[in-house]
């Protein structure tokens, strides 16, 4: 996971957790995170390489009751 600003700035993985667990979204960024890998991972089913994600989940999000039934 990155992050451009407004001003092109690239942001680390670190700042984007660090402010998302300050804002409390971190479930709301796991979430994209997870669904992109999952675009991903559709995109690529029909190639012949072949393709391994690991998804890191916060464990704020993954103590969530809601998170496993939407996952």
Request: proline share 1%.
């Amino acid at each position: 996971l990155r992050l451009r600003d407004q001003a092109g700035k690239l942001h680390a993985a670190g700042e984007v957790v660090a402010a998302s667990m300050r804002a409390d979204l971190m479930a709301d960024v796991d979430r994209w995170v997870m669904n992109q890998a999952l675009l991903t991972i559709q995109e690529r089913r029909n190639t012949e390489s072949a393709l391994k994600l690991f998804v890191n989940q916060a464990a704020v999000t993954l103590i969530m009751p809601e998170h496993a039934e939407w996952l």
